[in-house]
């Protein structure tokens, strides 16, 4: 178990590992954005800052990695609140595809796409995570990125209907409500984690 958490240690901190994951994340979300192409061609172009749940999610970790990478102080206020918007959205639709996608798969009969969207967006999921506890960010920054996702949730699924579309529209109820508890479930995590850590750091 030691040598996991080594390695863990090490792909947060070491800036070799930034630069594969900036590339990885980057490639991704160029990807991402050509998958959501139809969605986007449907959308008003005023819309489109909304619409790319994910490749929005990985496109803002590159650019906080790339910043890292050009020296930019973590705990800077700008950073604070780029890191916990990115965080918080990989670590919210990482878990979000992974689990609407295996909903509809149990339900109707699994594809591929299916299989290694699932697996790609845990990776998501697990980037988030292993970036918010090593650079926490404080609980202005925290509140801050929840606040935006309770807001992409209500835009997403009754102002503006911009949700990814989804395998099968029976699926809208189970995957508003994923979107919803992922985002009170991970914005809470990271608050609670800014929190405590002031705690810790001011008792």
């Known amino acids: 178990m030691s040598w996991l958490i080594g390695f ?7 800036r070799r590992w ?3 994951l900036l590339v990885v994340n980057f490639l991704g ?6 998958w959501y192409w139809p969605q986007l061609s449907q959308t008003p172009p005023a ?13 803002l970790f590159s650019i906080w990695l790339a910043l890292m990478l050009a020296g930019l102080d973590w705990r800077s206020p700008g950073m604070q609140i780029l890191g916990a918007v990115a965080f918080i959205s ?6 979000w595809t992974a689990t609407v996608l295996p909903q509809a798969g149990i339900k109707y009969g699994w594809e591929f796409d299916f299989v290694h969207l699932s697996l790609s967006h845990l990776a998501m999921w ?11 960010p404080g609980p202005p920054a925290a509140a801050l990125a929840l606040f935006w996702m309770v807001v992409q949730d209500a835009v997403d ?9 989804l395998p099968y529209p029976d699926e809208f109820g189970f995957a508003r409500g994923a979107a919803m508890t992922l985002s009170l479930v991970w914005g ?12 810790h750091v001011h008792g």
Do not use: C
């Open 90 to 95: 990989n670590m919210k639709y990482g878990l």
């Open 18 to 20: 930034w630069w594969v």
């Open 8 to 14: 863990l240690r090490s792909v947060a901190r070491d």
């Open 47 to 59: 819309r489109w800052f909304i619409v790319p749940d994910s490749p929005g999610a990985t496109f």
């Open 157 to 165: 699924y009754r102002l503006w209907m911009t949700h990814p579309m």
């Open 126 to 136: 697990a980037q988030g995570l292993l970036f918010a506890h090593h650079y926490r």
């Open 188 to 199: 809470l995590y990271l608050l609670g984690q800014a929190l405590s850590h002031r705690r």
């Open 29 to 34: 979300s160029l990807y991402g954005f050509y």
